[in-house]
C-alpha cells in the first residue's frame, strides 16, 4: 500500500482517471506470464506436502490437480486438458484503488496574491496534518490554473525548507564521516540482508541520522556524490515543480517508464530526463489550463 502524487491537467479529473481505476473489471482475458508447466509443478508440490488434504483428489491427473488447486480461479482448460490457463477480469491498466484531491499532498501549489476565486480551489486541511504532517495552507491550493500558481514562490520555499533540512542533517552528524557507501553497497558486501542491515545502522553517521529523524539521508542528501549540499537543495528546487510520480492529460497516464508518451526514442528515463520532460511540459500549457495535485493509492 502507498501513497503517490499525480498532476492531472485539464478538467473532468474523474473521466480522465477512471480508465485506471483498481475495481473495474473487464471482459475476461488470459493472464499474462501464466506458466501451465510451473503452476502445476507448484500445485503437485502442494498435496505432496499435505498429503492428508483432499483424500478424494486424483493426483494422478494433471487436470484434477490443477483444478483443485486452483479452485476459486476461472482456470479453463484446452479442449484435450493437456494445458490451461487462469483467465482474469481484472483492470490491466489499473493504477490506484482510490483517490482525493490533495490528501497527504494538499497545499501543493502556492497561488500568486490577488488571484481571482474563479482560478483556483483553496486547498483544505487533510486529516495527516494531525500526525505532524502540518501544510502551509497561505496562498494554498490543490487545483488552479496554470496562470494562477506563484512557482517562483514555491521554489523559493522548496529551497529555505531544504536549506534547514541540510543544517538538521549537518548538527546531527557533527564530527561523524559519512559511510564510502550507501545502503546498495552494505547489502552487495553481505551475503546476508540481515548482517548488512546490521552493518548499516550500526555506522555512526547512519545511527545519527536516523535519531534525527532522517530514514535514508546517505541518498536523500546526494551524500556520495560532488558537492551533495548544492545537489540537495537544487533537487529540492526541482521537485517543487516536477515533484509528480504521474501525470494524467487528456486522459492518458504518463509516468517514467512511459516516456514514449512523449516522443523519445525509449520509454525508460533517469530522474533529470523526466523532471525536464514534465517542467518542458507545464510550460507549453496554455496559461488558463487547470491543474490538480491528486493523492493517489493503490
Known amino acids: ?84 490457463c487462469v483467465w482474469s477480469t481484472y483492470n490491466p491498466n489499473s493504477k490506484w484503488d482510490y483517490w482525493v484531491i490533495g490528501g497527504r499532498f494538499n497545499a501543493n501549489f502556492k497561488v500568486k496574491p490577488d488571484t481571482p476565486q474563479d482560478d483556483f480551489v483553496p486547498s483544505e486541511v487533510h486529516w495527516s496534518e494531525g500526525f505532524g504532517n502540518v501544510a502551509d495552507h497561505t496562498n494554498a491550493s490543490d487545483r488552479a490554473r496554470k496562470r494562477a500558481i506563484d ?53 555512526p553517521w547512519v545511527s545519527a541520522t536516523r535519531r534525527a529523524g532522517f530514514f535514508d539521508a546517505y541518498e536523500d542528501f546526494f551524500i556520495g556524490g560532488e558537492n551533495p549540499q548544492q545537489a540537495y537543495i537544487a533537487h529540492r528546487e526541482t521537485m517543487a515543480v516536477t515533484g509528480f510520480y504521474a501525470i494524467v492529460k487528456d486522459g492518458k497516464w504518463l509516468a517514467r517508464g512511459d516516456m514514449g508518451w512523449f516522443g523519445m526514442s525509449r520509454n525508460e528515463a533517469n530522474d533529470t530526463e523526466w523532471r525536464d520532460r514534465v517542467r518542458d511540459l507545464i510550460e507549453e500549457l496554455p496559461d488558463d489550463t487547470w491543474l490538480t495535485t491528486v493523492d493517489c493509492h493503490i
Not at 536549506?163 to 559519512?178: F, H, I
Open 1 to 84: 500500500m502507498s501513497h503517490f502524487k499525480v498532476l492531472v491537467i485539464g478538467e473532468d479529473i474523474d473521466g480522465q482517471l477512471e480508465p485506471y481505476n483498481e475495481h473495474t473489471q473487464v471482459e475476461a482475458y488470459p493472464e499474462p506470464g501464466f506458466d501451465f508447466a510451473k503452476e502445476l509443478e507448484r500445485a503437485r508440490s502442494f498435496y505432496e506436502r499435505n498429503p492428508d488434504l483432499e483424500p478424494d483428489l486424483d493426483r494422478s491427473s494433471d487436470h484434477a490437480v490443477l483444478t483443485t488447486y486452483k479452485e476459486g480461479e476461472d482456470l479453463r482448460w484446452n479442449e484435450d486438458k493437456t494445458s490451461a
Open 151 to 203: 512557482y517562483p514562490a514555491m521554489i523559493a520555499a522548496r529551497r529555505e525548507d531544504a536549506e534547514k533540512q541540510w543544517e538538521k542533517l549537518t548538527a546531527a552528524t557533527e564530527g561523524l564521516t559519512p559511510p564510502e557507501t550507501g545502503w546498495s553497497g552494505y547489502r552487495e558486501a553481505h551475503a546476508d540482508i540481515e548482517e548488512a542491515r546490521k552493518a548499516w545502522g550500526s555506522h
